[in-house]
């Protein structure tokens, strides 16, 4: 396709600006959202074994919730029957008590011990899953929501461009470069190679992640205005009335009944289960499960009103029996969260979502590589200033962000015996080793931080196994639960060699790799002129 | 209609193309978006799913905006164009809304 030179120019410039500008904060956003595909397994492996006795029988609910009731009488406005117990929602009834702010909850979980008498335990679903999503969300920023927030809707606006510009300035050369890898001496030509090619084969992801995070970031202002402008009295919500009880002295339906209900509405629907809450002197419910033939607008699950007097399920929010609209939505939510098609997918997105951090990496990479200043006969020449800032500052960053990650999650099994205020620490943590990356990188230099960097990623990584080995052994409070969570260590385990490979690459180039280079060793602890470069490579740039 | 065979683009007037993409662009989305809400199967009152729907429209008519804005000759003729656009689309939304409103 033909395009003029000067409109390239111009969106070259442009892709370079917002690159750089947003690049980092976009690798941190896919490297922890690639693991946020799999945040619900991980915050079972994370959350310590419940100290209740195993669950009474489904038949037993209303049992169960009669002697909640008597000694906690504030359970009675949100609480749960779960259908099938698991290891973060380890009870038959479960209440919330609000906390802080309107989206934080205290969860206690209720069982009979053997003796017949109430247990009730503060539910400890571990946060750090949790911890990984938010710093997925909010670009890795330590700052409140408010004000990380729009940060995050500015940083897709600029990917957005970031994306267009470059297919832009890559359009012309298209039929010709895609999937080309020239790999030789001329390192820029490389690392452009790989750029595009993951940028291209990427860029419906791309435009998907990049269009939802602007509507994610800035919803609530887009619906104010919208209410301002568009609409005549602001944005017209229909409020759902749930239905009240068909006779004033009607009990709500046992949930043994209402499952049954369930099934027979909605064949091939999963319970999870049912929530109850007391609004108005009335009671309201909803089921919460899954149908995985369809795509859900919720990362795991579908929910929607239920009747609890007569178990009638109000279909209009579940995934294939929304209106057109609805439907679109839901597609929109569901394409961002990668909620289709199971775990085939989960592990795909998985693969995009590192391919993108690599995306954005390879952009600072170019960035570098483009400035540099070359050797020439007499001696190599120092790199620029910015060339070395960039340098540090993406390798701190981007290696930052994975030992912190993997830091606080190998801390998981460790804390719950020791600390109060796990979220805290968890936090605590993972800023501790990112903030110490990023001054290591600049204090180190970026060729000989990466290498140690990633050594460190490499070691840090393999403790998430060994952590929960030590709860295979008992030793220090850590735990293991049996099962899928294994997989979570495997996949860590696998990770460590990639590393280490990495690092290998790394220090290979450090040594041997083109003096006249940010990733060249840094002169003074040269011992000897860098060998495996003449003139003739030096030519080919 | 921006460019000229003779005019080469340049990169120089950047600062106020992004701002006429930022600011005329989100209203241009504004607009357009609330002529879906009118115009399209349901009307006004289609319900949740529509309210969303349009809602989620702003997102790619901005972005789009601001990506391509950088294809005006000036920062000048950026405001003009997507000014333009504005009282055309605010117009017709205003006019929409006074006929079925």
Redesign the interface.
């Known amino acids: 396709m033909k395009i003029r030179n000067d409109v390239i120019k111009v969106y070259k410039d442009v892709h370079i600006w917002v690159g750089i500008l947003s690049g980092l904060m976009l690798f941190i956003a896919f490297y922890a959202g690639a693991i946020t595909m799999f945040e619900k397994p991980l915050e079972r492996w994370a959350t310590p074994p419940s100290s209740l006795a195993a669950p009474p029988p489904l038949a037993r609910a209303e049992v169960l919730l009669q002697a909640v009731l008597a000694e906690h009488p504030q359970a009675a406005k949100n609480y749960l029957i779960v259908v099938e117990p698991t290891v973060d929602a380890p009870a038959r009834v479960i209440w919330r008590e609000p906390g802080k702010s309107r989206r934080q909850f205290t969860e206690f979980g209720a069982s009979f011990a053997d003796d017949g008498s109430l247990q009730v335990e503060k539910l400890r679903k571990a946060p750090v899953a949790q911890l990984v999503d938010t710093l997925h969300q909010l670009v890795g920023l330590p700052f409140p929501d408010a004000l990380a927030r729009p940060i995050m809707g500015a940083v897709a606006l600029l990917y957005a461009v970031a994306l267009v510009s470059g297919l832009i300035i890559f359009l012309p050369t298209l039929a010709k470069d895609l999937l080309a890898m020239r790999i030789g001496h001329n390192i820029k030509r490389l690392w452009m190679d790989v750029h595009n090619a993951l940028g291209v084969v990427s860029l419906p992801f791309h435009v998907v992640m990049a269009l939802t995070c602007v509507v994610f970031a800035f919803h609530d202002e887009f619906y104010d205005v919208q209410g301002a402008v568009v609409y005549e009295q602001g944005v017209p919500w229909q409020r759902e009335t749930p239905p009240g009880p068909p006779t004033p002295d009607a009990r709500p339906l046992p949930a043994v009944e209402l499952l049954r209900l369930a099934h027979a509405q909605q064949p091939g629907f999963d319970v999870f289960n049912f929530s109850f809450k007391q609004a108005g002197g009335q009671l309201e419910a909803s089921i919460t499960g899954l149908d995985t033939r369809y795509g859900t607008r919720a990362r795991t699950y579908a929910s929607t009103h239920l009747n609890p007097y007569t178990g009638e399920i109000d279909p209009h929010d579940l995934p294939g029996q929304m209106d057109p609209w609805d439907t679109a939505v839901n597609t929109f939510f569901m394409l961002h969260f990668g909620s289709f098609g199971g775990n085939p997918v989960r592990w795909l997105y998985l693969l995009l979502g590192l391919a993108g951090a690599l995306l954005f990496y390879t952009g600072n990479l170019l960035w570098i590589e483009s400035r540099r200043r070359k050797q020439r006969a007499d001696g190599v020449p120092e790199q620029t200033r910015s060339a070395r800032v960039l340098g540090s500052l993406t390798v701190g960053v981007s290696l930052g962000c994975v030992v912190g990650i993997s830091a606080t999650l190998a801390a998981t099994k460790w804390l719950p015996q020791r600390v109060d205020n796990l979220a805290a620490w968890h936090e605590g943590i993972y800023y501790a080793l990112f903030v110490a990356a990023v001054a290591w990188a600049f204090v180190r230099g970026a060729p000989r931080a990466a290498v140690e960097l990633l050594r460190l990623a490499a070691l840090l990584t393999l403790l998430i196994p060994l952590s929960s080995l030590a709860g295979v052994w008992g030793i220090g409070g850590a735990w293991h639960h049996p099962g899928i969570g294994c997989v979570i260590d495997l996949t860590a385990l696998a990770a460590v060699p990639v590393f280490l490979v990495i690092a290998g690459y790394t220090a290979r180039r450090m040594r041997v790799g083109h003096a006249d280079s940010v990733w060249a060793q840094p002169a003074s602890s040269q011992p000897l002129p860098p060998s495996g470069r003449g003139p003739a490579s030096a030519l080919q740039e | 209609m921006t460019t000229q065979r003779s005019h080469?683009?340049?990169?120089a007037d950047?600062f106020g193309k992004t701002c006429a993409g930022?600011v005329l662009g989100f209203s241009l989305a504004?607009?357009v978006?609330?002529l879906c809400?009118?115009l399209t199967p349901?009307g006004?009152?289609?319900?949740?799913?529509?309210?969303?729907?349009?809602?989620?429209l702003?997102?790619?008519l901005?972005?789009g905006v601001?990506?391509?804005v950088?294809?005006f000759r000036d920062s000048r003729r950026a405001w003009l164009w997507l000014g333009g656009a504005n009282l055309v689309a605010c117009g017709l939304?205003a006019g929409v809304?006074g006929l079925l409103?």
């Open positions: 080469r683009l340049d990169s950047w930022l504004v607009a978006s609330g809400a009118w349901g006004i009152a289609g319900g949740n799913g529509k309210i969303q729907f349009v809602m989620w702003i997102a790619p901005w972005a601001l990506c391509f950088f294809l939304l809304r409103g």
